[in-house]
């Protein structure tokens, strides 16, 4: 099999930038490594010059050039997808220089960082509530920044993730009905807690329709003596869902918990 001469051509290509790399590694001239950094972040081989810039960072620190490294590092890391170096990095930044020429990116990089490595609404939610704490952070250092709008609208996407975790909690406990406790009244405190956490979700119809069957579920499952009271808070919940939500997407359900649990109080003596 005959080679083409165009991979040759790759293939010294390739093994002279690694040469390069590796003389530059070698070296013992910062000067011309922070040259080669900044070249290989241009050329997008993030890889190279975080390598390159890990090594001069603490070099440089207290020099001309500690502001551009520490920021050029940061947004190395980023651009590498390694958001949490990346935070870290903008961080130490801001930190270290609060009036420094990068700043303002600085703290909305450390921010979105965060917002891009937080986890699913199933997991755990503390770098989703780090990322919250960083743009506001940034919105009251930099009220009338042009990233402004986005850190706020980054903002509550993340509260609707956490809205979105009380949601499934909620809907965990009632499922689990009164398995090895009253579970029915942990998804009420649950999504009551959710509402007044988050009053503007678009998850409140669903919170509203949890409690309501929570408390329809409770009432089914009660002895004679306590469900003329269970069912009169089914009732009450019914109204709740009703008044809040007139056109709710849930309201064949929610009605048909109305006729029965009027038609359980109905028909239990008095």
């Known amino acids: 099999m005959r080679v ?79 958001y949490l170096s990346a935070t870290e990095m903008f961080s130490t930044y801001y930190n270290t220089y609060p009036k420094g020429e990068y700043a303002e990116p600085a703290l909305f990089y450390a921010a979105y960082g965060l917002y891009l490595d937080s986890p699913d609404a199933k997991l755990d939610q503390t770098k989703t509530y780090k990322a919250i704490a960083e743009f506001q952070r940034y919105m009251e250092e930099y009220p009338q920044s042009e990233r402004s709008e986005q850190a706020k609208n980054y903002m509550f996407e993340l509260q609707e993730k956490l809205a979105h975790k009380e949601l499934l909690a909620a809907q965990l406990y009632l499922n689990l009905g009164n398995y090895m406790g009253n579970n029915y009244e942990s998804a009420v405190i649950t999504a009551r807690e959710a509402m007044k956490s988050y009053p503007f979700s678009k998850y409140s119809e669903e919170y509203q329709m949890i409690i309501l069957r929570a408390r329809f579920e409770y009432a089914e499952r009660s002895t004679l003596g306590t469900q003329p009271g269970r069912y009169r808070m089914v009732l009450d919940e019914y109204f709740n869902y009703k008044n809040t939500f007139p056109n709710g997407k849930h309201m064949p359900e929610a009605d048909k918990y109305y006729k029965k649990a009027q038609s359980k109080i109905d028909a239990l003596p008095s």
């Open 4 to 82: 083409k001469p165009v991979y040759f051509l790759l293939l010294a290509v390739l093994l002279a930038s690694c040469g390069e790399y590796n003389k530059i590694l070698k070296s013992t001239d910062k000067d011309v490594k922070y040259t080669y950094a900044k070249k290989y972040f241009e050329e997008g081989k993030y890889s190279r010059s975080i390598t390159l810039l890990e090594e001069l960072v603490p070099f440089f620190k207290g020099t001309a050039r500690a502001e551009e490294s520490l920021y050029l590092l940061g947004q190395s890391y980023y651009n590498s997808k390694d």
